[in-house]
């Protein structure tokens, strides 16, 4: 078995982290894993954990495919490694993999995503996440799946005009976010998909209705702004919102929302819109136009909303336009502040979105779709995995110091399938030093069988 070579290194290595370093991020998720029921009648020759566990890996791994995962599986060295690193003493085959996971029902998979927040909160490191007062947490939808032939009960439908039927699963994800961060660490998310007796589509707000009192029963005590595009702009979501004691800053257009636009302008007309402008030390101007309480729109006057209206223009001359409702007060100290908090959703749908389809996470590859739960619980344990990574990111400097040797995320986590497929690794921290100091860190044993 591998073990740290003990001759001195230069310069004295960084330290796992206790309690934010991979093998103490996936030991809470395990523990949560072996609380979910295992509803498979006769004796299992794979243990639910040992399933949940392996299908992480797949996506903590940045595998492509199950089949490229599968034909390394039953290597001794890949099985010593699944059981040192990931906890696994049996891996699946990739048809039983899919198999059991379709069984597995996502409310029970929110337990892991809330139990390492709950971590982040109790060591109060979501203070450096603190925006306004709270924490900002931006729900996105995003398509997870579509096709034109493969389809299970839970899937969406879309008719085309040339009879066609499209199918689709969709996701809405909440996150925490900050302006100034670059991490995003989702909650948890909640599936846009076909629901039991339903007659329409499901939908994002529909999926918003769900997701966002499971929020506050995950988090009761926690101040949080929530983020939203236009079409959260509603009476009915913003009367949710305040019940549940959310506060908010939502995207909201012309087209959307005329009535409050137009009472906007009649304010203006008359002098009571705030407005002023500034450049900034990097030459942008940037305007602004606030108001306190205006009615929502004619059918629901009575809520009242404070609306922010902001456009940039760059050195360069590019202009850029945006406007959000809030419940925040706004006052010409707060109004930067709120627009930033806002523009964050922006950057999030653009950023985090982008990371999960196009770089290392295959948000949108097809692992299999299954009959019940498949595809939502392959795409939940992907955005798990990018919780761990994220918080590693955030918290763990033997993890930042790998990630810094090897320059991109790509780059780190091809490095780490080759040494994971090509040698008997034996801890996290042992790969993570061999990656940053090569064979003066850590010892890594070839197989030699
Ligand atoms: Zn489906």
Redesign the pocket.
């Known amino acids: 078995m591998a073990k740290v070579n003990q001759a001195p290194l230069k310069t004295k290595p960084p330290k796992l982290n206790k309690n934010f370093s991979i093998p103490a991020l996936l030991s809470q998720i395990r523990k949560d894993f072996n609380k979910i029921p295992d509803h498979r009648i006769s004796t299992p020759k794979f243990s639910l954990p040992d399933v949940l566990m392996s299908g992480l890996a797949i996506f903590g791994l940045k595998y492509r495919s199950l089949l490229d995962f599968d034909q390394k599986r039953n290597k001794e060295r890949v099985r010593a490694n699944l059981r040192d690193l990931y906890g696994v003493i049996q891996a699946p085959c990739d048809t039983q993999l899919r198999t059991v996971l379709d069984e597995v029902s996502p409310a029970d998979l929110c337990t892991p995503f809330i139990s390492i927040h709950h971590r982040l909160l109790s060591q109060d490191l979501l203070k450096n996440y603190e925006y306004l007062g709270a924490i900002l947490v931006s729900a996105d939808g995003t398509g997870q799946f579509s096709s034109f032939k493969v389809?299970?009960p839970?899937?969406c439908q879309k008719n085309h005009h040339n009879g066609e039927i499209e199918?689709y699963?969709q996701l809405l994800v909440a996150s925490i976010v900050h302006p100034d961060k670059s991490q995003v660490l989702p909650l948890f998310p909640e599936p846009i998909t076909y629901q039991d007796g339903a007659t329409k589509n499901d939908c994002e707000s529909n999926a918003s209705k769900r997701l966002l009192p499971k929020i506050r029963d995950a988090f009761p005590d926690q101040k949080i702004i929530i983020l939203q595009d236009s079409l959260a702009g509603n009476g009915p979501h913003l009367n949710l919102l305040k019940n549940l004691g959310f506060s908010y800053i939502i995207g909201v257009q012309p087209g959307d929302h005329q009535s409050l636009f137009e009472e906007v302008k009649t304010r203006l007309c008359a002098g009571k819109v705030e407005e002023f402008e500034e450049r900034g030390e990097d030459g942008i101007l940037r305007s602004y136009r606030f108001v306190n309480e205006v009615p929502l729109n004619k059918t629901h006057p009575d809520i009242l909303v404070n609306f922010l209206d902001y456009r940039e223009v760059r050195k360069d001359g590019k202009e850029y336009h945006f406007s959000w409702i809030t419940d925040i007060h706004l006052v010409k100290t707060n109004v930067c502040l709120v627009m930033r908090g806002g523009r964050t959703r922006w950057k999030i749908e653009n950023e985090n979105i982008n990371t999960l389809k196009n770089q290392d996470y295959h948000l949108e590859h097809n692992y299999g779709?299954g009959k019940k739960h498949l595809?939502t619980i392959f795409a939940m344990l992907m955005l798990l995995a990018f919780l761990v990574d994220q918080v590693q990111e955030l918290c763990c400097d033997l993890f930042k110091a790998a990630r810094q040797e090897c320059r991109s995320r790509i780059s780190l986590w091809e490095t780490v399938r080759g040494l994971f497929a090509g040698f008997f690794v034996g801890c996290w921290e042992n790969l993570w030093l061999v990656i940053i100091y090569g064979s003066k860190g850590g010892v890594l044993q070839p197989d030699t069988s």
Do not use: E, G, L, Q
Request: charged fraction near 10%; include cysteine; glycine fraction near 0%.
């Open positions: 389809n299970c839970k899937c199918y699963h779709h595809a």
